[in-house]
């Protein structure tokens, strides 16, 4: 049941149909100017149709190009962007959407590169460690002139349709900046107190309120910056009374700073509603709806939150780019038919590229202007060899197609390498997409599924298919290495049981693979000495992902050895020549592979005379991610529309 989420909840001057917030992320799909783009109008549609009971449109600029944190963002800090804005703001509110845009500033989290060679600003001028560059600390003459920016932008927001703002106070950015001690060190009456470090928010938030009273007002806030010096719990809840008192009507809980790491945007290892308790004791002072989220994946988790009287509103994020559907099936008891976010991160990595973001396992995120309607397939039958993630989504876009679909899979199962992907510590979410995926394909009722069948040239002639889709993954690379490489032992073996861990063990190969194996062994009280001709270990990870990983390699005690080359294999260990140019040999009692994958084309060269209809898709083409797999399955049938045309 779905009591709470589904009901109506009145905010400020504004009534939203629901419980579930979109909330504020940057997508990079403004254009250079700062303007609105289709792209972005049409990514905000999807998630209005899909329930969304308010949406916060990403972080919009106050005052560029000087307060911009990135080269792709909204700007809202003149009167010609309101035309732009108005689109995107009457798209949001024709779906019975809320239509909120975050007000921002970067302060001193920016770099003269985003802002056209402009120093960046602050309460004082101490740089952030990240960004490592000194910001020119605001008189009191700029701090009021950033104050009308704020004012006017709201205003900007009002004339464009929005139905109200959110001042974004957290994260390390401008508004935060002053209302922490870590990074406000002013002696005037905009630092060292609890009021004067709330002074700047609070009468921007007034001043809205008293200009535009019928605008809503809401704040994201950060209610503690988890780095040492920084603001607490404490701290927090004091600003938050004063929040309430200036007149705002929602106050967003959050935390963290650039400083901080994975507080602000979390990799998969933190739990779901890790940061719930910070939202739990600001409603204990206030009386405004309080709005919280992180890490919300389960619409009955969300439920339960709204029923203990923990939060308001639930904020689901990321899991609104993987399906923007989210809303209305988790309203309509359809949890099991979300796509579910596996926490990759790989969004949040392409914005910090300067990309625009994509996702994972939702092809369309931040594409959706390119989806037009699949061509028809029926009559059509097509072969699709391979039951992982690439070979699963296009037997499901291609039956969505009209297409009579026969999936073929050699194993008793299907998943493809997801199954043992999903093994190692925090990555069980790759296991509920793989079973997302095996049920959307169960549900097709123009799809055959042939397990324990062995796909080749014999089959292909006496079938005789419209076309065939190769998605059969690819091999486990086996080097060439000198010695007794008859105890080597390939990672999916040991993953799979087919080979038991010993005590002490070497694996060779220090990408994502292997060093995932790694913790999944030392989670077992194993031994393990991790080796890779790199400098570094998972270099091609997201990088929030990839610092969480080795964190925890470190304080499990994985033994690492970058930067060496692997000599000879012996019956008792690995003989190396390490990062300073010195051999060593390292005594284990096994030795394990996880040296990459490489595309098995043997079959593509087989079938390529005899079917002119023929396509290499996922890691069959190249080995690759699951994104590209997931992306070239749903193109599947696009593509065979084209061939068969």
């Keep these: 049941m779905s009591e709470l989420l589904r009901s109506p909840l009145m905010l400020g001057p504004i009534r939203l149909k629901n419980r579930i917030v979109m909330p504020a992320m940057g997508t990079g799909l403004a254009l250079k100017s700062g303007e609105v783009s289709p792209a972005m109008i049409k990514y905000y549609e999807e998630r209005a149709r899909g329930g969304a009971g308010m949406i916060i449109v990403e972080i919009a600029c106050v005052d560029s190009p000087q307060g911009r944190a990135s080269l792709t963002q909204l700007n809202i800090d003149d009167p010609s962007y309101i035309a732009g804005l108005n689109e995107l703001a009457e798209i949001i509110r024709s779906y019975d959407c809320r239509a909120f845009i975050q007000l921002h500033h970067a302060g001193r989290q920016t770099s003269p590169a985003v802002t056209g060679g402009l120093q960046p600003v602050a309460p004082s001028p101490i740089a952030c460690r990240l960004m490592r560059v000194e910001p020119h600390e605001l008189t009191i003459q700029e701090i009021e002139a950033l104050k009308l920016k704020f004012v006017s932008a709201a205003y900007y927001a009002w004339k464009a349709g929005f139905d109200g703002v959110e001042l974004h106070a957290a994260h390390g950015y401008l508004l935060s900046q002053f209302i922490s001690p870590y990074s406000n ?159 990759c991160n790989q969004c949040i990595g392409r914005s910090f590229s300067t990309l625009h ?38 037997a499901i876009t291609l039956a969505a197609a009209g297409c009579q679909v026969d999936l073929y899979e050699k194993e008793q199962h299907l998943g493809g390498l997801l199954g043992i992907a999903s093994m190692p510590a925090h990555k069980e979410r790759l296991a509920i997409f793989m079973d997302y995926l095996i049920r959307q394909v169960e549900k097709q009722e123009t799809v055959s599924l042939h397990l324990n069948t062995r796909f080749d040239a014999d089959l292909a002639a006496k079938e005789g298919f419209d076309a065939i889709i190769l998605a059969h993954g690819a091999r486990a690379l086996k080097p060439e290495l000198p010695g007794s490489t008859e105890q080597l032992v390939m990672l999916e073996d040991l993953m799979t049981g087919r080979v038991a861990a010993a005590d002490e063990i070497a694996i060779i190969g220090g990408g994502s693979s292997g060093c995932e194996l790694a913790e999944w062994l030392l989670d077992q009280g194993k031994k393990v000495f991790i080796i890779e001709q790199r400098s570094k270990l998972a270099p091609g990870l997201e990088n929030m992902t990839r610092l969480d990983l080795l964190i925890r390699l470190k304080k499990k005690g994985l033994i690492r050895y970058t930067a060496s080359t692997v000599m000879h294999i012996d019956e008792d260990g690995v003989q190396i020549i390490n990062k300073d140019g010195k051999e060593e040999k390292i005594l284990v009692d096994q030795v394990v592979l996880a040296a990459g994958y490489k595309a098995d084309q043997t079959l593509y060269r087989e079938l390529q005379k005899q079917t002119p209809s023929l396509l290499l898709i996922g890691d069959a083409a190249g080995a690759r991610g699951i994104h590209e797999a997931v992306h070239e399955g749903a193109m599947a049938a696009y593509r065979l529309g084209a061939l068969l045309s």
């Design 357 to 394: 973001i994509k996702c994972t396992v939702n092809p369309w995120a931040t594409q959706e202007w390119r989806q037009v309607a699949l061509p028809d397939l029926g009559g059509k039958r097509a072969a699709v060899v391979g039951g992982g993630p690439a070979g699963m989504q296009a």
């Design 185 to 343: 060190r002013r002696n005037d009456e905009y630092g060292g107190s609890i009021e004067n470090r709330a002074r700047l928010l609070t009468e921007i938030i007034k001043e809205i309120k008293q200009r535009i009273p019928k605008l809503a007002v809401g704040v994201r806030l950060n209610l503690t910056d988890f780095v040492s010096g920084g603001m607490e719990l404490e701290e927090g809840l004091e600003i938050a009374k004063r929040v309430e008192a200036a007149g705002a009507d929602l106050l967003n809980v959050s935390g963290g700073i650039y400083e901080s790491g994975q507080t602000t945007i979390e990799p998969a290892s933190f739990a779901q509603g890790w940061r719930i308790y910070l939202a739990e004791a600001v409603k204990e002072v206030l009386t405004i709806p309080v709005l919280a989220g992180g890490v919300i994946r389960d619409p009955a988790y969300a439920e339960d939150l709204l029923q203990a009287g923990k939060t308001d509103l639930v904020w689901v994020g990321r899991g609104m780019i993987a399906d923007p559907n989210w809303t209305n099936k988790a309203l309509q008891g359809k949890a099991e038919d979300i796509r579910p976010c596996i926490s």
